[in-house]
């Protein structure tokens, strides 16, 4: 009987130790919109690699490195957000601030664009070597204008002139009075462009091909060709053209020179064609705005271009 008891009393003793410890236990915290930021993992070394593409790409140099520092601090600091991102690349394109070793971002920026397009047009003929080709003009229309050869002076002074607004261009378009499609009109009419263009079968293919990264096909080099080679009135893309400016005026402003600017934007950028949707996307894009800047922005910002 005694040893029942001793039994009994021993599992009551068991069963409240367990009670109490199960009452003890610590619950389990869950702790709300606590996620880990999405950029935890980026080093700084790999924002610095971002930053510095971004000043090459953009201004055609590397930053100093108090630029560097600033430019990687403001990033971290705001968690590499795609709004911070936007802040420096708008920046770099726009601003006009006099900086040491730049007039300013903005002129920096243009200067780099008008290098890219004579480097994509013109295979990057210096602005020396336009300079002594319009002298060359220069002094074929004054020894006209001597002779009274009317007609050479006439032709040789709107050679030379071509050949000036290639140089004007860069300053031309920085001050918005000249588009984007003017800037690539103005490079593809003149010498040196047919220098490396010789004829117009060759001019025909390379306007395509230059702009719109494609041949044309058969029907639109036998609608070009007679408006290039004689002046003479047809249709190409549905509009009427009789010289070589009206020509370039409607391929410039054809819907393919848009979808051909984003195609540079992102063969310069991202080394690879944009996908069918970026490239709706930014034409209809630059089809509201006709802005380069954007075009460059919505690549310039993505994580693949930062290598985030």
Same mark, same amino acid.
């Given at each position: 009987?005694?040893?029942?008891?001793?039994?009994?009393?021993?599992?009551?003793?068991?069963?409240?130790?367990?009670? =109490?410890?199960?009452?003890?236990?610590?619950? #389990?915290e869950?702790? /709300?919109?606590?996620?880990?930021?999405?950029? %935890? &993992? +980026? $080093?700084?070394?790999?924002?610095?690699?971002?930053?510095?593409?971004?000043?090459?790409?953009?201004?055609?140099?590397?930053?100093?490195?108090?630029?560097?520092?600033?430019?990687?601090?403001?990033?971290?600091?705001?968690?590499?957000?795609?709004?911070?991102?936007?802040?420096?690349?708008?920046?770099?394109?726009?601003?006009?601030?006099?900086?040491?070793?730049? =007039?300013?971002?903005?002129?920096?920026?243009? #200067?780099?664009?008008? /290098?890219?397009?004579?480097?994509?047009?013109? %295979? &990057? +003929? $210096?602005?020396?070597?336009?300079?002594?080709?319009?002298?060359?003009y220069e002094?074929?229309?004054?020894?006209?204008?001597?002779?009274?050869n009317?007609?050479?002076?006439?032709?040789?002074?709107?050679?030379?002139?071509?050949?000036?607004?290639?140089?004007?261009?860069?300053?031309?378009?920085?001050?918005?009075?000249?588009?984007?499609?003017?800037?690539?009109?103005?490079?593809?009419?003149?010498?040196?462009?047919?220098?490396?263009?010789?004829?117009?079968?060759?001019?025909?293919?390379?306007?395509f091909?230059?702009?719109?990264?494609?041949?044309?096909?058969?029907?639109?080099?036998?609608?070009?060709f007679?408006?290039?080679?004689?002046?003479?009135?047809?249709?190409?893309?549905?509009?009427?053209?009789?010289?070589?400016?009206?020509?370039?005026?409607?391929?410039?402003y054809?819907?393919?020179?848009?979808?051909?600017?984003?195609?540079?934007?992102?063969?310069?950028?991202?080394t690879?064609?944009?996908?069918?949707?970026?490239?709706?996307?930014?034409?209809?894009?630059?089809?509201?705005?006709?802005?380069?800047?954007?075009?460059?922005?919505?690549?310039?910002?993505?994580?693949?271009?930062?290598?985030?």
């Amino acid at each position: 009987m005694r040893t029942t008891l001793y039994f009994m009393r021993r599992l009551t003793f068991i069963f409240i130790a367990i009670l =109490s410890f199960s009452s003890c236990k610590k619950e #389990k915290e869950v702790f /709300e919109n606590n996620d880990p930021p999405p950029y %935890e &993992g +980026i $080093s700084s070394l790999q924002v610095e690699n971002y930053v510095n593409r971004l000043f090459i790409d953009l201004i055609g140099r590397e930053p100093l490195d108090t630029e560097m520092i600033e430019e990687v601090s403001v990033l971290e600091a705001s968690g590499l957000t795609a709004e911070s991102r936007r802040f420096l690349i708008n920046k770099l394109q726009k601003n006009s601030d006099t900086i040491p070793g730049d =007039s300013s971002y903005f002129i920096a920026y243009n #200067k780099k664009l008008y /290098e890219d397009t004579k480097a994509r047009l013109l %295979e &990057g +003929i $210096s602005d020396e070597f336009i300079g002594q080709r319009f002298n060359l003009y220069e002094a074929y229309a004054y020894a006209d204008s001597i002779n009274e050869n009317f007609l050479g002076y006439e032709i040789n002074k709107a050679i030379s002139l071509r050949l000036k607004n290639i140089i004007n261009s860069q300053y031309a378009y920085r001050a918005n009075e000249i588009t984007i499609q003017n800037l690539y009109a103005l490079m593809l009419n003149n010498t040196i462009y047919d220098d490396i263009n010789m004829n117009t079968f060759n001019f025909i293919n390379a306007s395509f091909d230059n702009l719109f990264y494609r041949f044309p096909t058969n029907a639109e080099f036998n609608q070009a060709f007679p408006i290039i080679e004689d002046n003479t009135p047809g249709q190409i893309f549905g509009e009427v053209a009789q010289n070589k400016d009206e020509y370039l005026q409607i391929l410039t402003y054809d819907t393919e020179f848009k979808e051909g600017l984003v195609t540079w934007a992102f063969l310069s950028l991202l080394t690879r064609e944009p996908f069918s949707n970026e490239r709706f996307d930014l034409v209809n894009q630059f089809t509201d705005d006709n802005d380069l800047t954007e075009i460059q922005l919505r690549i310039l910002i993505t994580d693949e271009y930062a290598g985030f």
